[in-house]
Antibody
Framework: EVQLVESGGVVVQPGGSLRLSCAAS????????MHWVRQAPGKGLEWVAL????????YYADSVKGRFTISRVNIKNSLYLQMNSLRTEDTAFYYC????????????WGKGTTVTVSS | DIQMTQSPSSLSASVGDRVTITCRAS??????LAWYQQKPGKVPKLLIY???TLQSGVPSRFSGSGSGTDFTLTISSLQPEDVATYYC?????????FGGGTKVEIK
């Protein structure tokens, strides 16, 4: 069974840093693009970042560019999101999602982890 | 960047009704369009990709159509378990923008 399990969500002060992790299982991790998607309380989905199969290409939403870094360690079947200079508007539920084999849509989603940025 | 606009933002329909949701891209995206369903308190689920291909396991009452800038998601006969918010997403290139969502309720 394909499974994605996020961790690392906590309460952090504005300006702080945080690293989210996503543990993948049930599929050949290094065959697939991976994504982070977030959802602020009561709001819609916002794509955050993607990383290709070997980490050589990454893309970011304008809202997080220069502050967040997506990375992966294929030998550990793990995806990460380093979040720096956090703002209150980064408060959201963060989902890890698996891309399809050849395209960028997301065919499996984790259950998510909550990040709260508050003083 | 390409913007994705969904309409309506919410709708209420009776069980058995045909429901149509529209998604419009500000520029052409060919058929690189996916639809997701998010039930209350649940994780988003992929319904349709390449504008009209049903993901495995999705009921056949769901269908998608369109190409270029205009797309539709249709539920042929609304069921109580279809209460959810539906999102379109373009994925031809980054940024992978989602539409604002359409909340579907039972009348």
């Amino acid at each position: 069974e394909v499974q994605l399990v996020e961790s690392g969500g906590v309460v952090v002060q504005p300006g702080g840093s945080l690293r989210l992790s996503c543990a993948a299982s049930g599929f050949t991790f290094d065959d697939y693009t991976m994504h982070w998607v977030r959802q602020a309380p009561g709001k819609g989905l916002e794509w955050v970042a993607l990383i290709n199969w070997d980490g050589s290409s990454t893309y970011y939403a304008d809202s997080v560019k220069g502050r967040f870094t997506i990375s992966r360690v294929n030998i550990k079947n793990s995806l990460y999101l380093q979040m720096n200079s956090l703002r209150t508007e980064d408060t959201a539920f963060y989902y890890c999602a698996k891309g399809s084999f050849a395209y960028y849509y997301m065919d499996v989603w984790g259950k998510g982890t909550t990040v709260t940025v508050s003083s | 960047d390409i913007q994705m606009t969904q309409s309506p933002s919410s709708l209420s329909a009776s069980v058995g009704d045909r429901v149509t949701i529209t998604c419009r891209a500000s520029q052409g995206i060919s058929n690189y369009l996916a639809w997701y369903q998010q039930k209350p308190g649940k994780v988003p689920k992929l319904l349709i990709y390449t504008a009209s291909t049903l993901q495995s396991g999705v009921p056949s009452r769901f269908s998608g159509s369109g190409s270029g800038t205009d797309f539709t998601l249709t539920i042929s006969s609304l069921q109580p378990e279809d209460v959810a918010t539906y999102y379109c997403q373009k994925y031809n290139s980054a940024p992978l923008t989602f539409g604002g969502g359409t909340k579907v309720e039972i009348k």
